[in-house]
C-alpha cells in the first residue's frame, strides 16, 4: 500500500487548509488512518486519527480547529484546518492501517508504530 498526501501550502494565520491522502495499491480502504506532524526541530507529534465508521480522536493543540473524514469509496483520508496558527506549521504525514484495533482504540490510534503504512508528508507553512 503507498499512501499520498496532497494539499499542503503557504496559508496566512486565521486561514484554513485541507489535506487529503489516498491510499493505492490494496482494494479494500484503510480500516484506519491518522495524521501526524513534525515541525523543524521538534517531535513527531499526534494530530488526528480517524477509525471504523467515524470515530475519531485530535490532539491537544488542534481540538476543535481541525476535523477528519474518509471516503472509503476513493480510499482516502482527509484533514480539514481551520483558524490555522504559525504554530501549525509543521510536515503532515498519513499513516493508515488495515487492520482494527484490538483494545483502548482511542489510545492506540495515537501511536504511530502500531500502523502499518505511511506516506512521504506535505507541508504546511502558516505565516503571522
Known amino acids: 500500500v503507498q499512501l499520498q498526501a496532497s494539499g499542503g501550502g503557504l496559508v496566512q494565520a486565521g486561514g484554513s487548509l485541507r489535506l487529503s491522502c489516498a491510499a493505492s495499491g490494496r482494494a479494500v480502504s484503510p480500516y484506519a488512518w491518522a495524521w501526524f506532524r513534525r515541525a523543524p526541530g521538534k517531535e513527531r507529534e499526534f494530530v488526528a486519527a480517524?477509525?471504523?465508521?467515524?470515530?475519531?480522536v485530535f490532539g491537544d493543540s488542534v481540538k476543535g480547529r481541525f476535523t477528519i473524514s474518509r471516503d472509503n469509496a476513493k480510499k482516502t483520508v482527509y484533514l480539514q484546518m481551520n483558524s490555522l496558527k504559525p504554530e501549525d506549521t509543521a510536515v503532515y504525514y498519513c499513516?493508515?492501517?488495515?487492520?482494527?484495533?484490538?483494545?483502548?482504540?482511542?489510545?492506540?490510534?495515537?501511536?504511530?508504530?502500531?500502523?502499518?503504512?505511511w506516506g512521504q508528508g506535505t507541508l504546511v507553512t502558516v505565516s503571522s
Open positions: 480517524i477509525w471504523g465508521t467515524s470515530d475519531a
Open positions: 499513516f493508515a492501517r488495515n487492520a482494527r484495533w484490538v483494545d483502548n482504540a482511542r489510545w492506540a490510534s495515537t501511536q504511530p508504530k502500531l500502523y502499518n503504512y
